[in-house]
């Protein structure tokens, strides 16, 4: 029975990982753009995985991490562009933005470090504007960031000879410049759910968890509070760090623009509505808030057109009502997200049998 | 391992206020190496202000601790843990969505060393470590004897049990002095029995035992030695017996003019 069981279970992983393969195949005949998408939902995959740790596994609740993001975009970015005139290999750099990311979350951390809830909430806001106002400014009286106008011309990703700026041949297959993207971030983005289930379920894991139940006891017995929280800020803030470099190397100009609070707030609600604590969970949150709003904007104006023969409202504006829509219908049916760790399961009373 | 004396912990005139009450005032007591050492007094005499500057959770405003003949050092909790002197809470403080077996797994956090590196790469070194807090959290269950609730979480066994996985967790940090905070607050005659077993074979094991207890019947009956607090003070501390016959321990309890 087991071993058939895991036959099954062998043959589902597979078909996954084929349909995995195939997928920027059928996106590119909807169009290029849609493996754009694809792309950049996997990037907020990363995030809200990175996120997950701090708020899902510590509790510490970080309403400013889009500030890693950002961190390791501009890292990315002065190291590879030619604002600087340097162009590190990409290998070499994105350990550079994460550990600098890293860093970043040891100075949100230190901080931060007796303060919990609402409290901890409101200075990790004011950090991740602090982050943002410092970029867009950083121009004068030496010019580090470029202010507002951002950074352009970043380098691609070149690993070996291949160069992710342009379309090559393979196989006879076509492989264009986001198709390559998307087979790299799929690799990066297994690494990082690996990473996320094997600290899950640590030693390091378990005292993460501890601290969200209950510091005091967690203190008691032995866990050095100060190093496992900063921890989780360090860890959270790297894979943001490499969300943030991936980010400037896709898309070759970043600018202050992106890394704003919404952002902070949307990657923190993919979060929340995936299920905070569990991997899959969050992984689910962030594929649905990624791609759902960007099919609201291919199907929303003609629709509307078709009904109506004119717009009457804006794709944007339906975005938003939907989005809410759909905050405040789970925080009434399914407090604890879409699909819950088994730990929040119990704490908001769903377990079986249980009223 | 003990200091002079056969002594393990050691008070000296250890002092703490908040604003104008004065919680302890000049404590000083030496629990020596195997025994049962109870801590009684009147509501508000200062024992668990006692037990958690101890325990490193209040800074001490005068005063400190030598343990094991050296200084203890009660600047933080997990320095104090990490010592060699676990607790338990008044209010049961179990981590309450986890399961039985985690909260005791949580305990061994202070004696293993697997960070995020070996965590991620699982290495054989990981693997065995990992292997070898769960056996040992399996026998700390055994020993407290809720094995059988391994996997019920902590929230949801029955008050007696509570009380128990919080000595296994408190065991699973390997202390030399095990600090109980009324373990038996809330507990019927048949599970203060239990507990009063519990309590003998950590000792019969070698474990000194630190009780603070309302139940004066217990404490009598298990204790080697007991000291008395009232008002942040030491009244007593000599062997059960003396300590019910002194005149100043009755007029706490009791009042003026009973004794």
Redesign the interface.
């Known amino acids: 029975m087991r071993s058939r069981f895991s036959y099954r279970k062998y043959i589902g992983v597979i078909l996954v990982a084929l349909a995995l393969l195939a997928l920027p195949f059928a996106l590119a005949a909807a169009g290029t753009a849609w493996v754009r998408i694809a792309n950049l939902a996997i990037l907020f995959v990363f995030l809200s995985l990175g996120l997950n740790i701090v708020v899902g596994f510590a509790g510490l609740l970080d309403l400013g991490y889009v500030a890693f993001y950002g961190v390791g975009a501009y890292v990315y970015a002065l190291l590879a562009s030619p604002h600087f005139g340097l162009h590190l290999p990409f290998w070499v750099i994105l350990p550079i933005g994460a550990s600098v990311a890293a860093i970043f979350g040891v100075l949100l951390g230190t901080p931060t470090l007796k303060l919990r809830g609402d409290y901890l909430a409101i200075v990790t806001l004011g950090f991740g504007e602090i982050v943002r106002i410092f970029l867009n400014n950083l121009s004068q009286p030496l010019n580090i960031t470029n202010g507002p106008q951002g950074i352009a011309q970043i380098d691609p990703v070149r690993i070996g000879g291949i160069s992710f700026g342009q379309t090559d041949v393979l196989l006879g297959l076509s492989v264009s410049g986001p198709m390559k993207h998307y087979y790299l971030l799929l690799l990066l983005l297994l690494v990082v759910i690996?990473?996320n289930l094997?600290?899950q379920n640590?030693?390091?894991?378990?005292?993460w968890?501890?601290i969200r139940?209950?510091e005091?006891?967690?203190?008691?017995?032995?866990?050095?509070?100060t190093r496992v929280k900063l921890?989780a800020f360090a860890?959270g803030a790297t894979f943001g760090g490499v969300a943030g470099g991936m980010f400037s190397s896709i898309q070759g100009f970043i600018s202050p623009e992106s890394f704003v609070l919404t952002e902070s707030v949307m990657i923190l609600a993919m979060v929340v509505l995936g299920g905070m604590g569990n991997i899959w969970g969050v992984v689910v949150g962030a594929l649905l808030l990624s791609f759902v709003p960007e099919m609201l904007r291919y199907t929303v104006v003609p629709v509307q057109m078709a009904l109506f023969d004119r717009m009457l409202v804006e794709p944007e504006v339906i975005r938003m009502l939907l989005f809410g829509m759909a905050l405040v219908l789970m925080m009434r049916f399914r407090p604890a997200g879409l699909w819950p760790s088994s730990?929040r399961q119990?704490?908001f009373g769903m377990e079986k049998g249980a009223k | 391992m003990s200091g002079a004396n056969g002594i393990l912990l050691e008070a000296h005139a250890v002092g703490k206020r908040f604003g104008g009450v004065r919680a302890l005032h000049q404590v000083s007591l030496a629990i020596k190496q195997g025994e049962i050492y109870g801590l009684i007094g009147p509501n508000g005499a200062g024992k668990t202000t006692l037990f958690n500057v101890l325990?490193?959770?209040y800074g001490a405003d005068s005063g400190g601790f030598s343990f094991c003949g050296a200084p203890l050092n009660i600047s933080?909790?997990?320095l104090v843990?990490?010592a060699g002197i676990?607790?338990t809470?008044q209010n049961i403080?179990?981590?309450?969505?986890?399961t039985a077996l985690?909260n005791v797994?949580?305990?061994?956090?202070?004696r293993?060393?697997?960070?995020?590196i070996?965590?991620?790469l699982?290495g054989t070194g990981?693997r065995a470590?990992?292997a070898a807090?769960e056996r040992r959290a399996v026998e700390l269950l055994h020993y407290v004897g809720i094995a059988d609730r391994a996997n019920h979480?902590a929230r949801q066994l029955p008050y007696g049990d509570q009380r128990r996985l919080e000595i296994a967790?408190?065991l699973?940090?390997d202390p030399k002095l095990l600090a109980l905070d009324e373990p038996a607050a809330g507990m019927n005659a048949t599970e203060t029995a239990a507990l009063r077993t519990l309590v003998l074979g950590l000792r019969a094991d070698g474990l000194t035992v630190l009780l603070i207890e309302h139940d004066v019947k217990l404490v009598m009956g298990l204790c080697d030695r007991v000291a008395v607090l009232d008002y942040g003070e030491k009244i007593a501390e000599d062997v059960p017996e003396r300590v019910q016959r002194d005149p100043k321990v009755i007029e706490a309890y009791l009042g003026v003019g009973v004794a």
Not at chain 1, 202 to 207: C, H, K, N
Not at chain 1, 216 to 225: E, K, L, P, Q
Not at chain 2, 112 to 116: D, L, M
């Open positions: 690996v990473i094997r600290l640590s030693r390091i894991g378990r005292a968890e501890a139940e209950d005091v006891a967690a203190r008691a017995i032995g866990i050095d509070t921890l860890m730990a119990r704490e | 325990s490193g959770l933080a909790p997990h843990a990490r676990a607790r809470f403080r179990l981590f309450a969505n986890m985690e797994m949580v305990g061994r956090h202070l293993t060393h697997a960070g995020v070996g965590a991620v699982r990981t470590e990992e807090i979480l967790r408190a699973a940090t």
